[in-house]
């Protein structure tokens, strides 16, 4: 983030310490669950909100802060090429959607996060790793 770009945490719902942590980290790490990045009237991936977050975070590259990002919206990607109804899934509906949303996903952040090149890598994690 450049200066103009800090004023963006100051005006959130964040304290002026708070806001002045983030300004000084070195490294993030940023959660994006499925109601950030899926569209609620479409079911399909927010494009446009994607790209903003990659432009946001090869900003925060610039200055040398490392970025992790955890994302959720595999199920709710995959829901959506699936054709499965809204509400409960059974689980293996749940994994069928999730492993057909992941391949979507996993490509989105590619190509936004490439646009800036910076590389992207998945970490699977199983059971035994949070542990």
Do not use: C, F
């Not at 945490?9 to 942590?21: E, F, K, Q, T, V």
């Not at 399909?44 to 790209?51: S, T, V, Y």
């Not at 809204?86 to 490509?107: D, W, Y």
């Amino acid at each position: 983030m450049n200066e103009r770009d800090s004023s963006r945490i100051d005006a959130g719902a964040i304290s002026a310490a708070a806001a002045a942590r983030l300004r000084q980290a070195r490294r993030l790490v940023v959660k994006i669950g499925s109601s950030l990045l899926i569209d609620s009237r479409s079911g399909e991936l927010d494009q446009p909100w994607l790209a903003s977050v990659a432009a946001d975070v090869a900003r925060l590259r610039e200055r040398d802060v490392q970025v992790l990002l955890v994302s959720s919206g595999a199920i709710a990607l995959g829901r959506s090429d699936l054709k499965l109804k809204a509400g409960g899934l059974k689980l293996e509906e749940s994994q069928a959607a999730a492993a057909a949303g992941q391949i979507r996903l996993a490509h989105a952040y590619q190509e936004a996060l490439g646009a800036h090149r910076i590389a992207v890598a998945q970490i699977l994690l199983t059971i035994g790793d949070t542990e």
